[in-house]
């Protein structure tokens, strides 16, 4: 099942004093704004997960993960790039995904061979949605319901706005999502999914953001994530001529 990839939620909040609260409207614009005065910016990714795959499971499913993220602007074309693992450790990763826009066409891939999960293919730029601006407001709106502005907090220095929203499809096991944007860049810097209870169930946060700098080489092109497949074996010679010449 396609789903719009916002990839890239981001980094840990610290305690700190309510700031004011803007309205959504207000929100929107102001991240809109912000981010398309970037010119390019990259981080780090990490990730927190507790939930059971069934109700009846007596314990949860902990995990870690983390990932990276590159977007750049040639002209006025977005490109970016997200990538994000989960596992019981950095070594046994049980799920990996990425997807990536190009300019021109979009890419994404998950796997998770222990769930036989296997998906790849072609999206629209609506479809592989960058880690801020308007684009993540047009899928927020479009997928989630009950959007909701709260107070301002900080999430490591950077004043952020903090949006609340549930869920539209009622068979997803997560059942809402709060979001923070920091207001200097329209960057999205951390993401919390909840279960039914409220209680977190995964908690993703970005950290090493480097904003306008330079990238190493060219991060945006769909490299698959899938192992490539064992090389065929050698043809089996042939047989040796026996007629009489």
Sequence with gaps: MRKCFVFPFLIS???????AQDSIDQIEQGVSAQFAKLQSFS?????????????????????????TVDYAKVGETPRYKGFLWAGFSPTGRLLQAQALYDGQIGYYEALAPLFKLNESGQATMAEIVPPGGKLVFDAMRKN??????????QVNGQDCYVLRASIKDAESPVAGLKAWFAKATGIL?????????????????????????????????????????????????????????
């Design 13 to 19: 909040l610290i305690a700190a004093p309510a700031l």
């Design 43 to 67: 981080g780090a990714y990490d990730l927190t997960a507790s939930f059971k795959l069934k109700p009846e499971q007596t314990a949860p499913m902990n995990l870690v993960g983390g990932g």
């Design 144 to 153: 989630l319901a009950n959007l909701t502005a709260l107070p301002a907090e």
């Design 189 to 245: 810097y951390k993401v919390t999914l909840a279960d039914a209870a409220g209680a977190d169930m995964a908690v993703i946060t970005m950290n090493d953001v480097k904003v306008n700098g330079e990238m190493a080489g060219d991060p945006f092109k769909f490299v698959s994530l899938a192992p490539p497949p064992p090389p065929a074996p050698p043809a089996a010679p042939a047989p040796a001529d026996t007629t009489q010449k």
